[in-house]
């Protein structure tokens, strides 16, 4: 391999490296501080690699200009040192103008005494060498450079970790610099010895601005990353293009083997870089029509959020965002709202559940991604996007159902509280009358009075059920054996056998007396139904749950329950006995409900009727 050819191509490199680096800083990044004097340097580079080609391998003008070029490294040191200023947050006006000064007068006095001569050296048709005079310039360039080193070194103690990583990148740069050019100066000291160290300079401007501005840009990453892919692709395109031509040396292909290897690189990597240009444009193209979709426009995460935002409830927000993420995937999409997962049937889907609570933190909704498996990373990235839009869609709905649920049992209660006070006032003005029937009726024959009696005992009974139902539920919660709870209230009615299935230590924490008033409800609404039954029978079982409540049957042999009245058993003034008032299980109900427990009407085998209660048991 011709090692002038390489040496020229490195300068080609370094010079549209480093003007492109300045073009780029000065459009991407224009308020990074120190940035446009950082894109001035880049410059002074650029063209330093252009002047040395001007020089070697233009005409005599071409090579005059290239010289001039050359020459114009005083500047460009000031450059760097103005870089350092900004970058360090340094406010030197005044000192910057004299540098600035400085700099310029040394650029002039090199251009107009015409500082450095070009004769040929090993190789080359042309090279630079500078005058023993010539050291003036350098030594300029030097203490401006060596300035600048100097205060990143002096801001090194006190910089911040990332601050830190930039010094250090620039130092590393620096050194990097400095070594590839020193063999620059080979011909002026007198030492034959080939510039090898030049072909390293094209890695210098790109050192610099990747070292400065990767914490701060992440687009410079991602070039970063593009080109540490060439370099190695670059690579193997040569190592293969040599066993290529190697291979056809031996096999005969002698046309092929004459190529120069240098013109295959040269092809391979023009072919790489094609290449690389075109992947992302085509990956993008074929992307967009094997997966339509896959990438979001402006407008659709509102018009998402819009549409889920508009479910009324658990079934609405289901529906609504399978059918729009399908509609935007252009293909059939499950979405599960639960907190079981479902099983996979293959195809792709949302798994949208309250999460677990952590340490210190409230549990919150959260969208899995179920058979996304062979989704490419933007599809995969539009389901995370829509995911999290139906999490906080299911939180709002969530919150909404919470709220009116709350605002219907305050309603509820407030109109409980309006019925307490009117029965209460009902119950004072209907006593009244009883009392003075009751005494009017003494005078009236025997059958008249029982009738009367039962009457009154009726109303009586009515008016307590009603005041009971509407009026305020306190309790004082106490640890209560359940066997002792229901033979107190199998006390009461001693003509009557109840049949009992409970361990003796089992236990609930309820009040009471409002225990006994469920119990007593329950069980005289039983004995109710039994009334006229040849062989009555009454059962009281409980047994403890997993989750620490109690589950309670009362259970009866009676005629059981209409099939009409079933679902509206509990509601007030339904009744399934004579005589009955209709608010007893009403009653039940708001009383276990009080103790955050629930009621429902049961089956059990062998049983024609049986309520389950589900009660807190002891913590």
């Given at each position: 391999m011709d090692i002038y050819r390489v040496y020229y191509f490195s300068l080609v490199i370094q010079g549209c490296i480093s003007l492109g680096l300045a073009a780029w800083l000065w459009a991407k990044a224009p308020h990074q501080s120190g940035i446009k004097p950082l894109a001035?340097?880049?410059?002074?580079?650029?063209?330093?690699?252009?002047?040395?080609?001007?020089?070697?391998?233009?005409?005599?003008?071409?090579?005059?200009?290239?010289?001039?070029?050359?020459?114009?490294?005083?500047?460009?040191?000031?450059?760097?040192?103005?870089?350092?200023?900004?970058?360090?947050?340094?406010?030197?006006?005044?000192?910057?103008?004299?540098?600035?000064?400085?700099?310029?007068?040394?650029?002039?006095?090199?251009?107009?005494?015409?500082?450095?001569?070009?004769?040929?050296?090993?190789?080359?048709?042309?090279?630079?060498?500078?005058?023993?005079?010539?050291?003036?310039?350098?030594v300029v360039v030097t203490s401006i450079s060596i300035w600048a080193y100097l205060l990143l070194l002096a801001a090194w103690p006190k910089a911040a970790p990332k601050q830190r990583g930039k010094i250090l990148a620039i130092w590393f740069a620096g050194v990097w610099g400095s070594g590839a050019s020193l063999m620059f100066l080979n011909a002026s000291l007198g030492i034959d010895i080939f510039p090898y160290s030049v072909i390293l300079l094209p890695g210098y401007a790109l050192l610099l601005v990747f070292g400065i501005l990767r914490y701060d840009l992440m687009v410079v990453n991602l070039w970063a990353n593009r080109l540490l892919a060439w370099l190695v692709l670059t690579a193997i395109t040569v190592a293969l293009a040599s066993l290529l031509l190697s291979v056809a040396a031996r096999t005969g292909f002698a046309s092929l083997a004459a190529v120069p290897l240098w013109q295959l690189w040269l092809l391979g990597t023009a072919m790489l870089g094609v290449m690389l240009v075109l992947e992302g444009p085509s990956r993008r193209a074929i992307e967009r029509l094997v997966f339509p979709g896959a990438h979001l426009e402006a407008g659709v995460l509102a018009d998402w959020r819009v549409r889920l935002d508009g479910a009324s409830s658990w079934h609405d927000l289901e529906q609504i965002a399978a059918s729009t993420l399908g509609a935007h995937l252009r293909q059939p999409m499950r979405v599960v709202l639960g907190a079981a997962r479902p099983a996979g049937d293959g195809k792709p889907g949302l798994h949208c559940h309250l999460g677990p609570r952590k340490d210190g933190e409230a549990a919150h909704w959260r969208t899995d991604l179920m058979e996304w498996e062979g989704a490419t990373p933007s599809v995969t990235r539009v389901g995370e996007v829509f995911g999290a839009l139906l999490a906080a869609a299911a939180a709002r709905l969530d919150q909404l159902l919470r709220y009116a649920e709350h605002e219907k049992e305050r309603l509820k209660q407030a109109h409980l509280l309006e019925l307490g006070g009117l029965a209460a006032t009902v119950a004072h003005e209907l006593r009244n009358p009883l009392n003075i029937i009751s005494m009017a009726a003494v005078m009236s024959p025997p059958e008249t009075r029982a009738e009367i009696r039962a009457q009154i005992e009726r109303a009586d009974h009515l008016i307590q059920d009603l005041l009971s139902y509407s009026g305020e539920v306190r309790l004082n919660p106490q640890r209560v054996a359940v066997a002792e709870l229901v033979q107190r209230v199998a006390a009461g009615h001693p003509l009557q056998a109840i049949e009992l299935d409970v361990d003796a230590a089992l236990c609930l924490h309820i009040d009471p007396m409002r225990g006994e008033q469920i119990l007593g409800n329950l069980i005289g609404n039983a004995m109710a139904m039994l009334r006229g039954r040849p062989d009555p029978r009454i059962l009281v079982d409980a047994e403890a749950q997993a989750d620490g409540r109690v589950l309670l049957r009362v259970c009866d042999n009676g005629p059981g329950v209409p099939a009409d009245l079933a679902a509206d058993l509990f509601q007030p003034f339904t009744t399934r006995r004579p005589g009955g008032t209709g608010l007893g299980l009403a009653i039940v109900r708001r009383l276990v409900e009080a103790h955050g427990g629930t009621v429902r009407l049961g089956q059990r085998a062998g049983w024609n009727c049986c309520f389950e209660l589900l009660l807190p048991g002891m913590p």
């Open positions: 001035l340097f880049c410059v002074g580079i650029g063209f330093w690699a252009l002047g040395q080609l001007g020089m070697h391998l233009g005409g005599d003008s071409v090579a005059a200009l290239g010289k001039r070029l050359v020459n114009c490294g005083p500047i460009n040191a000031v450059f760097f040192l103005h870089f350092v200023f900004r970058f360090l947050q340094r406010d030197r006006p005044r000192q910057m103008l004299g540098i600035y000064v400085l700099g310029i007068a040394t650029l002039l006095l090199v251009q107009v005494l015409d500082m450095g001569m070009l004769a040929p050296w090993l190789g080359f048709e042309r090279y630079y060498f500078f005058p023993v005079w010539g050291a003036i310039p350098g």
